[in-house]
């Protein structure tokens, strides 16, 4: 092969990629535009329009309340059995409605109920703050019985699995984890760790935010118990989208939910003024979900099941080994650090790369005026530049010109014509 740093090269990966026929599939509107965003939010199917026109003109706007009945009754459960697919999980082991940060909420309140007699919660400090903010609130409304223990990392991007050995006891009750750090991109060993807290009879429960569809997660093959996700990064439902949760078969009966709305009830309509649970996965809905964006997850999905987990993790990570090799030829000189573990194994499907100015460098890779068009990438504090590679639509060529791009904005100091002010979302 030609050498790396050719946009040649770069052209020729893209042509022998056996993925690339999926970029098609979501609107690219500005061709020039390189959308490596890591992920927050996913782009746009193109199918996703035309669904949801249908699903605001037909079934809202034409067919109304039947509609109800017709298709949004079973949409949290229908969605619910796709994801399940993508995630080693059974149809009826997934459903989905909520914001993650709810879900995670609900399925931790349940562990600590179930674990009565234990008092320890162990995340740790690499994780979403969200997840942590729910154990705090969770830890004051139970009376604060409960301690939150945070396994620290060494160097910011990896987790040590024998520090984390150490610190689970008799008193733990549950693990939460992201699956896939959202920062460093650190990836956890979901077998070893959900081993460990089983030998400890303590649960787990993951968030798989920056894993569900963009790497394979087998929950049953590791015997997790629980999980929660959002679906609006690799997923590409939608700015907003409700998220996931999984309750694995053995534990929904005896999982209490704590926000037992009318949709976790056994029959809604019979209007019972006492709660009645739901059978299975069912009862941990509450209310109304978000029909809507519910609806958009839809068309988003099929693309990720037909493309198949194991082929956009292979592509991942061969788009990944790309980044770094160019990182390595073109910017490590330049101040340039990886955020992110070294080994494609223990990595997700973005890359942090750390510079003291990262936050100025974003600023100027999303700047028209700059260079041959716009790079979007999303800033991390303190000086993360984090780079999401979503293999259905990321070329390599997108891969190659962001990374040139980078290198002239800090070998000219372009960065220093814009200010260090942070924006409301980076
Ligand atoms: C890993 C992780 N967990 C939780 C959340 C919060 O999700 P939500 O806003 O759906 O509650 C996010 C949001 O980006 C996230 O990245």
């Known amino acids: 092969m030609d050498n790396l740093n050719t946009i040649a090269h770069a052209r020729e990966l893209d042509r022998l990629d056996s993925l690339a026929r999926f970029r098609k599939q979501f609107l690219i509107d500005d061709p020039s535009l390189i959308y490596l965003d890591g992920n927050s939010l996913g782009r746009l199917p193109q199918k996703t ?38 995630i080693g999980a059974d149809p009826d082991e997934v459903i989905v409605s909520d914001s993650t940060s709810v879900n995670l909420y609900k399925l931790a309140y349940g562990a600590l109920k179930l674990m009565e007699d234990r008092t320890e919660i162990i995340s740790d400090d690499m994780n979403f703050p969200s997840d942590l903010y729910i154990m705090q609130g969770l830890i004051k409304q139970l009376g604060g019985k409960h301690k939150l223990n945070l396994l620290k990392s060494p160097d910011g991007i990896s987790l040590d699995m024998s520090q984390l050995t150490r610190m689970v006891k008799q008193s733990t009750a549950l693990i939460t984890l992201s699956h896939v750090a959202y920062k460093s991109s650190f990836l956890y060993d979901m077998e070893r760790v959900t081993e460990l807290a089983h030998q400890h009879d303590a649960l787990v429960l993951w968030d798989l935010s920056h894993s569900a569809g963009a790497v394979p997660v087998s929950l049953n093959r590791a015997g997790a118990d629980l999980a929660v996700g959002c679906t609006y990064k690799y997923l590409n439902g939608g700015p907003g989208s409700p998220a996931f949760l999984f309750v694995k078969r053995e534990l929904q009966e005896r999982l209490e939910n704590p926000i037992q709305g009318w949709f976790g009830e056994r029959n809604p ?35 990720v099941l037909e493309a198949g987990m194991e082929s956009i993790r292979q592509k991942s990570v061969a788009q990944s080994e790309y980044l770094l090799s160019l990182v390595r030829q073109n910017l490590t000189d330049l101040g340039i650090q990886l955020g992110s573990p070294e080994l494609s194994e223990r990595r997700g499907s973005h890359l942090s790369l750390k510079h003291d100015e990262a936050y100025r460098i974003c600023k100027a890779l999303t700047d028209p005026g700059v260079g041959d068009g716009v790079v979007i990438p999303d800033f991390r504090e303190p000086n993360n530049i984090r780079l999401g590679i979503s293999p259905l639509y990321t070329t390599y060529e997108d891969i190659y010109r962001a990374i040139l791009q980078m290198k002239e904005i800090i070998l000219e100091k372009l960065y220093e014509n814009y200010p260090n002010t942070r924006d409301q979302v980076t």
Do not use: C
């Open 49 to 86: 329009g035309e669904h949801m026109e249908l699903v605001i003109r037909e079934q809202w706007g034409k067919n109304l309340i039947r509609s109800w009945n017709e298709h949004w009754y079973d949409q949290s459960a229908r969605m619910g059995k796709k994801i399940a697919q993508l």
């Open 269 to 303: 309509f019979e209007f019972n003024l006492n709660y009645r649970e739901s059978e299975g996965i069912r009862k941990f809905l509450s209310g109304t979900p978000p029909v809507i964006s519910l609806s958009g997850l839809d068309p988003a999905l099929d693309i």
